[in-house]
T-cell receptor, first 114, second 116 residues
């Protein structure tokens, strides 16, 4: 158990809908990262927050948004869902920033868009 | 450009044998970190081992060790005494110091199957 929690574990929804994925980082970790894992794209970085502020953006679609709250939990909002958004979405956290910091991953949320 | 290359799509190994999983990387940074993660069929990503670019010793964590060859830009994972529970996907990843992004860049992964 990495100490990172994600809810829900599974989500089935329809095209055009909006969903929210939730992540609680490990106790004491200030940095939260979101990744998407799909069969065709592999593991792709979406966005990073550090202590409530957006730190870096990756291949995140405009239909997607995220935020980190004062208690350091984070939410990833996916809207106008398309079939291609079906994927495993991971949240990861690390204590600080820096290239030496290990990112610990949550169990993921498996999203299926029908 | 591909920054992490894992060319072995799949490997089979007998239980209790050692196995090496290959990873090569590409970066112009002098400072970077290399990570290996394991993803069993249940889906979670489990951190295994870390190697820093300035580390003089190869990293070791229990049965896992990293064969780091900086000049060749390779960071191969060695699993000693394979166990059935080692059957999983394995991902090599890199984190660069520059550029302001803290992201991990992952390879495509490789599937390890441990046979009894």
């Amino acid at each position: 158990d990495s100490g990172v929690t994600q809810t829900p574990k599974h989500l089935i929804t329809a095209t055009g809908q909006r969903v929210t994925l939730r992540c609680s980082p490990r106790s004491g970790d200030l940095s939260v990262y979101w990744y998407q894992q799909s069969l065709d794209q592999g593991l792709q970085f979406l966005i990073q927050y550090y202590n409530g502020e957006e730190r870096a953006k990756g291949n995140i679609l405009e239909r997607f948004s995220a935020q980190q709250f004062p208690d350091l939990h984070s939410e990833l909002n996916l809207s106008s869902l398309e079939l291609g958004d079906s994927a495993l979405y991971f949240c990861a956290s690390s204590e600080r920033q820096g290239f030496t910091e290990t990112q610990y991953f949550g169990p993921g949320t498996r999203l299926l868009v029908l | 450009a591909q920054k992490i290359t894992q060319t072995q799509p799949g490997m089979f190994v007998q239980e209790k044998e050692a196995v090496t999983l290959d990873c090569t990387y590409d970066t112009s940074d002098q400072s970077y970190g290399l990570f290996w993660y394991k993803q069993p069929s249940s889906g979670e990503m489990i951190f295994l081992i870390y190697q820093g670019s300035y580390d003089e010793q190869n990293a070791t964590e229990g049965r896992y060790s990293l064969n780091f060859q900086k000049a060749r830009k390779s960071a191969n994972l060695v699993i000693s005494a394979s166990q059935l529970g080692d059957s999983a996907m394995y991902f090599c990843a890199m984190r660069e110091a520059q550029g302001g992004s803290e992201k991990l860049v992952f390879g495509k992964g490789m599937k390890l199957t441990v046979n009894p």
